[in-house]
């Protein structure tokens, strides 16, 4: 389990949405630019991991109960895409990471892969 | 309880509203969070289908006690082969729905995952009927 606010400060991101959230704790990170796998994931507390930022996104977050999204490789969430994040209670993160800098810092301080 | 919810084919903007409602109605009515979740990820799959396939569609939602039966009706150009397309990565999606994250031959195999009953019927050139049916209990 991580806290939020300890991937934040790692990352060395900012939260653009839903900052309230901060001293919750994660236990799963699922990194993907695709949505479809997205989709097929019954995994529950799970920070979704991606470099997709359009509305779909934040879509197939609300259907799939995730309520955490980290944007990386500093992919900008629009104005759009935050108020429907906000209407969600979606918690949005942006970082200047790779993807695969980002997994494996979070990995490093405990964040788990799903499968 | 009867809703219905109109789908734009190729709006990807609003791509994913009438599922959105269903999720809002479901809690509403206090549904188990997980027959939800697979509820709402089987309509928003069936949702991207109509937006990426089909010129026009309907959601038709009917909740009763037990259960939800959703008709998801489109005009487009049907699906000719529906085991083919009930396969795993097969899709024929354009490159415009791939970058929207989608197109990866996951959406009817998906659905029906996460669904107790569905049903599918198509007619090239006229378009796809998908039914829905997930039990509460």
Known sequence: ?115 | MEFKFAIEGGNFSKAGSASSEVKKILKQLNVNPKIIKRTVVSLYEAEVNVVAHAFEGNMNVDIDTDKIVVKIEDKGPGIPDIDQAMQEGYSTASPQVREMGFGAGMGLPNIKRNSDQMNITSKVDVGTELEIINYFG
């Open chain 1, 1 to 115: 389990m991580v806290k939020v606010a300890d991937m934040v400060d790692r990352l060395n991101a900012r939260v653009i949405c839903g900052s309230s959230d901060m001293d919750q704790e994660i236990q799963f990170g699922f990194a993907s630019d695709l949505m479809s796998d997205v989709l097929t994931l019954d995994t529950e507390n799970l920070l979704l991991i991606t470099g997709l930022n359009n509305l779909q996104t934040i879509r197939t977050s609300e259907m799939s109960d995730i309520s955490f999204i980290l944007f990386v490789r500093d992919k900008k969430a629009t104005e759009e895409m935050k108020e429907l994040a906000c209407e969600n209670e979606i918690t949005l993160i942006e970082c200047g990471h790779s993807m695969f800098r980002a997994c494996s810092i979070l990995n490093e301080i405990g964040l788990q892969p799903v499968y």
